[in-house]
């Protein structure tokens, strides 16, 4: 089946650093989406794309959609103790309905440097 | 804020047992989703359902499982005879219209001994 790669699988961040992870396929998405899943909890939205090549922020989250629509980066800049966590990325290939369900990355979990 | 909720958060059962997950999608939502997460692996699509069918179901949607709104604000996942590989995360999830973005609740743990 279609398949998300998603890198790094984990990193270790210090407070004050920014940080980057993305997400590959060999399938054309119409839409990405970027979660973030803390323990024993749901995944919670943090942004959507719907546009190849948009450029979307929230905060200090920043996210691209690729221009050939088969990747993805989110970049966390100015990182800070409670962005600890396991990002997933998501993409979606059609309208809700029929190819409306997401495709999940295997995550990246970002844990505070000891 | 709406949210997606879920009940119950945890479920402990044995192999064979017949259990039933409980969802409250948000209210204007019209697409609703179960998807599941085994432990420290990744967020797996089970099956979409809108206007009282489903829409689509992965390989995993078996026989062993079915959906049902039962009511306007119910959407239940059932799984027939459970086997420990059922053992998992289950995540509700709706969404508002049909490029929407899903919003997840925060899942039923399954324990299947």
């Known amino acids: 089946g279609q398949q998300l790669n998603q890198s790094p699988q984990s990193m270790f961040i210090q407070e004050g650093e920014d940080v980057s992870m993305n997400c590959t396929s060999s399938?054309?998405?119409?839409?990405w989406l970027w979660y973030k899943q803390d323990p024993g909890e749901g995944p919670v939205l943090l942004i959507a794309?719907?546009?190849?090549?948009e450029l979307t922020s929230n905060g200090r989250l920043t996210a691209q959609f690729g221009i050939t629509r088969k990747d993805s980066f989110l970049n966390i800049s100015a990182s800070i103790p409670s962005d600890v966590g396991i990002y997933f990325c998501?993409?979606?290939?059609?309208?809700?309905?029929?190819?409306?369900?997401?495709?999940f990355g295997k995550g990246t979990k970002l844990s505070v440097k000891p | 804020e709406p949210e997606v909720t879920q009940t119950p958060s945890h479920q402990v059962t044995q192999m064979g047992q017949e259990v039933i997950l409980r969802c409250v999608p948000i209210?204007?939502?019209?697409?609703f989703y179960w998807y599941r997460q085994i432990l420290g692996q990744k967020v797996e699509f089970l099956v979409s359902?809108?206007?009282?069918?489903?829409?689509?179901k992965s390989e995993i949607f078996d026989d062993q499982f079915s959906v049902e709104r039962p009511d306007g604000s119910n959407f239940t996942l059932k799984i027939r005879s459970t086997k420990l590989e059922d053992s998992a995360m289950y995540f509700c999830?709706?969404?508002?219209?049909?490029?929407?973005?899903?919003?997840f609740g925060e899942g039923s743990r399954l324990t299947v001994l």
């Open positions: 399938s054309i998405f119409n839409t």
């Open positions: 794309l719907y546009k190849a090549g």
């Open positions: 998501a993409g979606q290939q059609g309208y809700g309905g029929s190819q409306g369900n997401l495709i």
């Open positions: 209210s204007n939502h019209l697409y």
């Open positions: 999830a709706s969404s508002r219209d049909r490029a929407g973005e899903l919003f």
């Open positions: 359902f809108y206007n009282n069918e489903i829409s689509e």
